[in-house]
T-cell receptor, first 112, second 113 residues
Framework: EDKVVQSPLSLVVHEGDTVTLNCSYE??????LLWYKQEKKAPTFLFML????IEKKSGRLSSILDKKELFSILNITATQTGDSAVYLC????????????FGPGTSLSVIP | NAGVTQTPKFQVLKTGQSMTLQCAQD?????MYWYRQDPGMGLRLIYY???????DKGEVPNGYNVSRLNKREFSLRLESAAPSQTSVYFC????????????FGDGTRLSIL
């Protein structure tokens, strides 16, 4: 059965720390992996990864994919309280690209 | 820019009542989705519409129906609400398919007593 697993499920860090969030997947005929950030309301898109080893960056956030080992990591450097959110990993099924499997999310709390 | 708009934002129903959640997007996207989000379970797909005129079941379709009214609007109907349907419901859209980034509405918090 296709699945997406994220770890840790929750994390508390101090401002300025660097964090690494993990997403592993078992999805038949993988096509892409997407990361979303969810604060109080709607998830918002962060990154889409399709190729192994190519890092995507946006400010203090970066992400990379390993298609051989079936995982992705999301790094946040110099964390700020505004980074507090749930980070969701999602993988579309290749048999039906619209059927996206979301992981349970990692809840990140950044304390001053 | 409005993006994806959901109504209502909150609703309390009694068991057995029916209601329709509304969703509209103004980005000219082809694909639209309905998800539910429960604590510890992430987002689970209820129904989706790959393009205007088509709808299909997701992971948890039982107890729900959908209508893709036109390219902009995708509604979710609970015919006879049950307490197990208490959840936060999100509508989303993407240009074409879930492999592309989805844009989400702010959600509807639904409680069924």
């Amino acid at each position: 059965e296709d699945k997406v697993v994220q770890s840790p499920l929750s994390l508390v860090v101090h401002e300025g720390d660097t964090v690494t969030l993990n997403c592993s997947y078992e999805v038949t005929n993988f096509r892409s992996l997407l990361w979303y950030k969810q604060e109080k309301k709607a998830p918002t898109f962060l990154f889409m990864l399709t190729s192994s080893g190519i890092e995507k960056k946006s400010g203090r956030l970066s992400s990379i994919l390993d298609k051989k080992e079936l995982f992705s990591i999301l790094n946040i450097t110099a964390t700020q309280t505004g980074d507090s959110a749930v980070y969701l990993c999602a993988v579309p099924r290749r048999t039906s690209y619209d059927k996206v499997i979301f992981g349970p999310g990692t809840s990140l709390s950044v304390i001053p | 820019n409005a993006g994806v708009t959901q109504t209502p934002k909150f609703q309390v129903l009694k068991t057995g009542q029916s209601m329709t959640l509304q969703c509209a997007q103004d980005m000219n996207h082809n694909s639209m989705y309905w998800y539910r989000q429960d604590p510890g379970m992430g987002l689970r797909l209820i129904y989706y519409s790959a393009s205007e005129g088509t709808t299909d079941k997701g992971e948890v379709p039982n107890g729900y129906n959908v209508s893709r009214l036109n390219k902009r609007e995708f509604s979710l109907r609970l015919e006879s609400a049950a307490p197990s349907q208490t959840s936060v419901y999100f509508c989303a859209s993407s240009e074409r398919g879930g492999a592309q980034p989805q844009h989400f509405g702010d959600g509807t918090r639904l409680s069924i007593l």
